[in-house]
Each structure stands twice: as C-alpha cells, then as structure tokens.
C-alpha cells in the first residue's frame, strides 16, 4: 500500500455517482454501506478499505488498480485516473 491518500478522491468518487445517476443511497445500497458512510467517503473524511474499493470499482465502472492508485498514491496531490 503507498502511503498517503491522494487528494481529490472524494470528489471523483461523487462525479462518478453522479455520471451513473446514482443518488448517495442508491450508492450506498449497492455498495452495502450507509448513506453517512458514502457522505465521508465523498468528503474525504474517510478512507476506503480494499474490499470497499472492489465495490466501488464494480459500481462505477473503473478500472480497480487505477482506482487503488488514485486513491492511494505517493504524492498527496495526485489523482489522475488516465
């Protein structure tokens, strides 16, 4: 795992639900978490978990290592999904 999460993640993570017309609830049933869990994720006040980026790779359709690697990167201000 690399050390530092990137900023920015949140907001991708948001722009993506909102691509795929999904509302924070819908999400988060597809994901089986909570509404709140989903908020933090979206506000960077919460961290994903292998397993939830799996999830989250699956729901809105990314790629799951370019995933992990915009989430989890070496540099706080990366986050390019390209």
């Given at each position: 795992m690399l050390n530092e999460p990137?900023?920015?993640f949140g907001e991708?993570?948001?722009?993506s639900r909102e691509l795929k017309n999904?509302?924070?609830?819908?999400?988060a049933d597809q994901?089986?978490?909570s509404k709140v869990m989903v908020e933090r994720l979206e506000k960077e006040l919460l961290?994903?978990?292998?397993s939830l980026i799996m999830k989250?790779?699956?729901v809105?359709?990314?790629?799951?290592?370019k995933l992990i690697n915009f989430i989890w990167?070496?540099?706080k201000k990366c986050g390019n999904l390209a």
């Open positions: 990137c900023n920015g991708f993570i948001q722009v999904l509302s924070v609830e819908m999400l994901l089986g978490v961290y994903p978990s292998h989250l790779s699956n809105l359709d990314v790629d799951e290592i990167c070496e540099n």
